[in-house]
């Protein structure tokens, strides 16, 4: 017996699945970190992800946080240290989420000896370092890309 109602659904195959950025053959790579690119200065300007300083522009930490997601890179505090005179030490990890391996890594600090953090709440100068060394992170291993979009690494 034959269903009157059947449809017929004709599957084509799936375009093949990227690989990891760091697997492909330079040309490769640069292709796809050019796209990456182009897509990340599009968010970056959208949303005002960058700060003129001087003559250059640079990225944001959101904007260095956007580049990592695009790449399944997310950061992890490994530790904040604060220092007898109330500033803070922080260091962060970069790892995958595709294999969870530890990919990057950057330290930063936060003075309380700086103008603008030196009288904030303790809790304001750990999060600064945090968010200083998650940029630092990103940018050491990944400012060839933001580079490509156009913006200054550091």
Aim: aromatic share 6%; net charge positive.
């Amino acid at each position: 017996m034959s269903d009157s109602n059947s449809e017929l659904i004709i599957s084509q195959p799936n375009a093949p699945a990227r690989t990891d950025l760091f697997q492909q053959s330079p040309r490769e790579m640069v292709a796809h970190a050019s796209e990456l690119a182009t897509v990340l200065k599009d968010v970056i300007v959208k949303q005002k992800l960058s700060v003129r300083i001087g003559p250059n522009e640079y990225v944001k930490a959101e904007g260095w946080s956007t580049l990592g997601c695009m790449l399944g890179i997310l950061p992890r505090e490994k530790s904040v240290v604060e220092h007898a005179d109330g500033s803070y030490e922080a260091v962060v990890e970069l790892y995958s989420l595709k294999t969870g391996a530890i990919v990057g890594q950057g330290s930063a600090l936060c003075g309380s000896d700086e103008q603008r953090w030196g009288k904030a709440d303790r809790f304001a100068r750990r999060s600064m370092a945090i968010t200083r060394a998650t940029g630092k992170a990103y940018r050491l291993g990944l400012s060839w890309i933001v580079t490509l979009a156009g913006y200054a690494p550091t």
